[in-house]
């Protein structure tokens, strides 16, 4: 089964507006992830967010984590037709050992910015 | 600096045939992994190389395997391919120690379709 669960699975919004996504986990986790893919530029890392912080920025982006909640959300200011990709979120999994973990990605939320 | 590079880029096989994928990470990155991109699984976990060391796992069967060199190249093997395997193939490399646990830069991908 999937530790992250992104929500929706699709968004369609006008340019401009803000994009908002979220993504579930089951397990304690390290950090969260959050990697954007579209066709042009493949697989993109956005922003690393740790279990101690509650809140992180990065130029348009705003993530939040609620490790009560098992819970991260991704704002996306003021978007573009650029943004329009899907977005994964990905969490650390420990196996029996510490040094055993692997990243388990969510299904992703697909964005469209209509222009 | 040059990205993550993978070759070939895409590859046809037939049932019961084997495939090696290759990856050269960004210079100076020591860990490669590599996941598995299906429609219907998502990103999956394969393995994880550290200085020509397996260090993680994920739940793929024994068809699967890699390896590292001391250059920090990585390949993938896969035998008896079936017609499951076909997927887009992605690897990745990271500078820190930890591997997936931080930013790691995708390469394009290897579409592999099994016929």
């Known amino acids: 089964s999937q530790q992250g669960e992104e929500d929706p699975q699709a968004l369609s919004i006008q340019e401009g507006e803000n994009a908002t996504m979220n993504c579930s986990y089951k397990?304690?986790?390290?950090?969260l992830q959050w990697y954007r893919q579209n066709s042009g530029r493949g697989l993109v890392h956005l922003i690393l967010i740790r279990s101690n912080e509650r809140e992180k920025h990065s130029g348009r982006l705003r993530v939040t984590l609620d490790t009560s909640k098992k819970s991260s959300s991704l704002l996306i200011t003021a978007s573009r037709a650029a943004d329009t990709a899907s977005y994964f979120c990905a969490t650390v999994l420990y196996g029996a050992m510490d040094s055993n973990y692997q990243l388990i990605w969510g299904a992703g939320t697909k964005l469209i910015i209509k222009p | 600096k040059a990205g993550v590079t993978q070759t070939p880029r895409y590859l046809i096989k037939t049932r019961g045939q084997q495939v090696t994928l290759s990856c050269s990470p960004i210079s100076g990155h020591r860990s490669v992994s590599w996941y598995q991109q299906t429609p219907g699984q998502g990103l999956q976990f394969l393995f994880e190389y550290f200085s020509e060391t397996q260090r993680n796992k994920g739940n793929f069967p024994g068809r699967f395997s890699g390896r590292q060199f001391s250059n920090s190249r990585s390949e993938m093997n896969v035998s008896t391919l079936e017609l499951g395997d076909s997927a887009l193939y992605l690897c990745?490399?990271?500078?820190?120690?930890?591997?997936?646990?931080?930013?790691?830069?995708f390469g394009p991908g290897t579409r592999l379709t099994v016929l």
């Open positions: 990745a490399s990271s500078l820190s120690t930890l591997g997936s646990y931080n930013e790691q830069f």
């Open positions: 397990t304690s986790i390290n950090n």
